[in-house]
């Protein structure tokens, strides 16, 4: 049973013509009665009645143009769908991340694909980097934003942003001034780190502990926003993504400086399963990922 039989069978039975119905259909009447035999053929039921007056349903026939009608009203509706996908009218997009990339880098390139394509649905899971790769790797999301480097042969990367971070201390410590500091200039101050099961922290500790900073660890808390308010509080120093302390810097509560002799910047990329089609909607989010993070 092809679509054009279909087609050709409730036009016949609208207009109640062979005639007619093939110059809806714009072919022939040969044409049209050829797909209307097949059609019944295939089924086992006559369809139409012929008469001397046009033709009229029989009752097979009146059980096939109520189905053909929901059938052509569905492929009606997939064809819609699919133009919309076409001209991003609607369409879905998952992604994940952890804390610090949700927060800082995320708000503002989801605000600006919301308001381009509202139709299309975001959704974004906050994770781990760990489970961020689970979930790519079981198409629960469609990618992840996630920290370089990442070796996984079921995994493709494609750099994104270079993570650069600073030494963080409250507005009036005694090294407020300093836009540079040195390693010594670190070594008797108190450092508030996040928790050590962190992949953040685990790549802070690789570049700090071989220059004897690894042990002047005040407090270790769960989240960058905790550890900003005790620095905040004089609390101690911290070593923090620049990204995530801009707006304090910008407001005058914390004061940053880069660190010489030491590589603090870290790549982060977009991570999805190898192979993995990319619907028009997600190369389009894509696309404001990669434009936004070239502008930040």
Do not use: C
Not at 88 to 117: C, E, H, M, W
Not at 138 to 145: E, K, N
Not at 146 to 164: A, K, N, T
């Amino acid at each position: 049973m092809e679509l054009t039989q279909l087609r050709s069978f409730l036009a016949v039975a609208r207009k109640g013509s062979f005639s007619s119905a093939a110059e809806d259909l714009f072919r022939t009447q040969p044409a049209i009665s050829l797909r209307i035999r097949r059609l019944e053929s295939e089924l086992g039921q006559r369809l139409l009645e012929r008469r001397q007056r046009g033709v009229a349903l029989t009752p097979a026939g009146e059980i096939v143009r109520r189905r053909a009608e929901a059938i052509m009203a569905e492929v009606a509706t997939l064809e819609e769908e699919l133009a919309d996908l076409s001209t991003l009218k609607s369409g879905r997009v998952s992604l994940g991340a952890n804390d610090t990339i949700s927060l800082y880098f995320l708000p503002r390139i989801v605000k600006q694909f919301t308001r381009r394509y509202p139709k299309i649905e975001l959704r974004l899971f906050t994770q781990i980097s760990r489970r961020v790769l689970d979930l790519i790797l079981s198409d629960q999301i469609d990618l992840g934003i996630v920290s370089l480097p990442l070796s996984h042969d079921g995994i493709e990367v494609r750099d994104l942003y270079h993570d650069r971070f600073v030494v963080v201390y409250p507005a009036g410590h005694p090294l407020a001034r300093r836009r540079v500091l040195r390693i010594a200039d670190l070594k008797s101050l108190p450092i508030i780190h996040l928790k050590p099961d962190t992949v953040t922290r685990n790549w802070i500790d690789s570049r700090l502990e071989p220059l004897g900073l690894g042990g002047q660890v005040r407090m270790e808390v769960s989240t960058i926003e905790v550890i900003k308010r005790l620095v905040e509080a004089g609390l101690g120093i911290s070593i923090l993504p620049e990204t995530a302390v801009r707006d304090e810097i910008n407001a005058g509560r914390l004061r940053a400086a880069k660190l010489r002799g030491i590589d603090l910047v870290r790549k982060v990329g977009l991570a999805f399963r190898r192979g993995r089609y990319f619907s028009i909607a997600l190369q389009a989010f894509v696309d404001e990922l990669v434009a936004s993070a070239g502008q930040s």
